[in-house]
């Protein structure tokens, strides 16, 4: 099994404008961690900063518990943002190259391209300049470069942008791949539905400071905003909404009119209110039907912690 990634306070700031604030999220070996966070929130900051392409002005960042130097971070596989292949080199020469570079020998550096590039789909373009391959393929060579040298860690910068569905999920199969081979994999991603479908781990930064990070399904049930659904039988939605718009702790009630038992409504309580006001306000009116908490999706969770 692979080290877990620790960065603990990590602070990086560019003259007056601090870009990451005391950050600190781990990322656990064998599974996906979404990075998540409005842009200029800071991610491509503190992925830099893992890869030491960047330094921190203060706190650190740990594998396994060990500070990170240059020979560690050669075992690590990255695809930065700017992403950085040749476009007029040829696909295995670079590939090849890449791997000489993080120290493997010039046979499984060949070995490693070949297996690789058969594995993408790519095996008959091998002797062709990146250019001339698509946006998409471009991308998935982007990858190979990251996985070359088999790193115990692979940090991915927008991975995924730009990519149609199918080259989406092929991406999504790759990583998932080497994060059940053990290595922590850490990708940053705008496309909250694709985190939720992908990730174990998420974690959401805004304006340079972590909001939340954790297994995924632990962030929406979390999340500050409890949601019920509430439905009662014969009583219309409008009657529903004024009664528990007037239970102290709601936020907002909203009809939904979707439910099997009649129309719904979706209410939204502040985290330390009494939901079982809200349910006797809801039985004064008639038979309770449905009371149920409804889990946010992470988009809704993202809106409600970097608010
Ligand atoms: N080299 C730099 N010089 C000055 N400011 C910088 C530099 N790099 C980043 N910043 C600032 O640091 C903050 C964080 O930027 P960063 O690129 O890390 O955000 P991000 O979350 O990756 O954003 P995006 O989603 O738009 O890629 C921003 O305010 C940005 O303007």
Redesign the pocket.
């Known amino acids: 099994m692979a080290d877990e990634l620790v960065l603990t306070e990590v602070t990086r700031r560019?003259?007056a404008?601090t870009?990451l604030d005391a950050v600190s999220f781990r990322v656990r070996p064998g599974r996906l961690t979404g990075f998540v966070?409005?842009?200029?929130?800071?991610?491509?900051?503190?992925m830099r900063i893992v890869m030491g392409v960047l330094a921190a002005d203060a706190g650190s960042v740990e594998l396994g518990g060990r500070p990170l130097d240059l020979a560690a971070r050669r075992r690590f596989g990255y695809m930065p943002?700017e992403r950085g292949l040749y476009p007029k080199m040829k696909i295995a020469e670079q590939l090849v190259y890449l791997g000489r570079v993080h120290g493997l020998d010039r046979a499984t550096a060949a070995s490693r391209t070949a297996e690789l590039l058969e594995s993408l789909g790519l095996a008959d373009r091998a002797h062709e300049q990146l250019s001339t391959l698509s946006l998409g393929n471009q991308q998935r060579v982007q990858v190979a470069a990251a996985l070359v040298h088999d790193p115990v860690l692979l940090v991915l910068?927008?991975p995924f942008s730009g990519l149609d569905p199918l080259a989406v999920d092929r991406m999504a199969e790759q990583l998932r791949e080497r994060a059940a081979a053990g290595v922590p994999v850490l990708f940053?991603s705008?496309q909250l539905e694709l985190v939720e479908r992908l990730c174990d781990d998420v974690v959401i930064?805004g304006g340079?400071r972590i909001r939340a990070a954790g297994p995924a399904t632990d962030l929406r049930r979390d999340s500050a905003a409890r949601r019920v659904r509430v439905v009662v039988g014969g009583v219309v939605a409008a009657r529903v909404v004024e009664a528990a718009t007037a239970v102290p702790g709601v936020r907002s009630a909203v009809a939904d009119g979707a439910g099997q038992a009649g129309p719904g409504v979706v209410v939204d309580l502040d985290a330390g209110a009494d939901d079982q006001a809200l349910l006797a306000a809801a039985a004064s009116l008639g038979p309770v039907r449905e009371f149920h908490p409804l889990v946010p999706t992470l988009a809704e969770t993202f809106r409600e912690v970097v608010r």
């Open positions: 560019f003259g404008r870009a966070g409005a842009n200029g929130a800071g991610k491509t900051t503190a943002e910068d927008e940053s705008h930064i340079g």
